[in-house]
Structure formats: C-alpha cells, structure tokens
C-alpha cells in the first residue's frame, strides 16, 4: 500500500501561486499503475475533489472553480504528484489532502481512494 505526505501548503496572497506536493513511499513500485487525485475541505464544508491524473498522465477536472488556475502533474522518477494553484483566491483556502486511487483512472468519490494523505493548510489572505 501507498503512503502519501503533502508539502507545500501556507499562507499566500490572493492572486499569488503554490504548488502542493503529494510524496509516495512504501509500495511506490506500483506508483504510475494508480490514479492520484487532490481533493480540499474548506472549514465548515464538505470534503470536495478537485483534480485527478490517471495512469496515463489524463487530466480530469471536478472543480469548476479551479479551472484555469490549478493544474496537476505526477513525476514517477520523484515518486511525487504536485498541485500547481495559480490566481488563488480566498475561497480556496482550505486543507488539501491528495489520495491514491484504487485503480488506473480517475473518480470524484472519496470511497474509490484508499491511500490518503494527512493533508496540507492552504490560507489565502491579504
């Protein structure tokens, strides 16, 4: 089984850019056979998907409010998925957890991940 740790996360202004990362360790041979996707939970709201990556590097967007600006790539050498946010706003503060798949494609329900991350505080503010 995957282990995930996030890095990245902080507090940035509106309009600034982060870039998340989500490192692999443990079973990471079977790392680019398994869909990675990044999900946020805001306080006070439900956990939400955000992005997903398939094994074949195929992009799917689920969050309208992202489009545009937050994009997702996976590096297999490094082991690592990464989270590029750009024009952030404050309505995407919130914690962002990044989760492994149970299969090659991509998938909006939490049920389909079985690999999580502890997750990472993303704060934009002025």
């Known amino acids: 089984q995957l282990q995930l740790v996030e890095s990245g996360g902080g507090l940035v202004q509106p309009g600034g850019s982060l870039r998340l990362s989500c490192e692999a360790s443990?079973?990471?041979?079977?790392?680019?056979?398994?869909?990675i996707g990044w999900f946020r939970q805001a306080p006070g709201k439900e956990r939400e998907a955000v992005l997903c990556i398939s094994n074949t590097d195929t992009i799917t967007e689920y969050a309208d409010s992202v489009k545009g600006r937050f994009t997702i790539a996976r590096d297999n050498a490094r082991k690592t998925v990464y989270l590029h946010m750009n024009s952030l706003k404050p309505e995407d503060t919130a914690v962002y957890y990044c989760?492994?798949?149970?299969?090659?494609?991509?998938?909006?329900?939490?049920?389909?991940?079985?690999?999580w991350g502890q997750g990472s505080q993303v704060t934009v503010s002025s």
């Open positions: 989760a492994a798949g149970s299969d090659y494609y991509c998938s909006y329900r939490m049920i389909y991940f079985n690999s």
């Open positions: 443990g079973e990471t041979f079977f790392l680019g056979y398994y869909a």
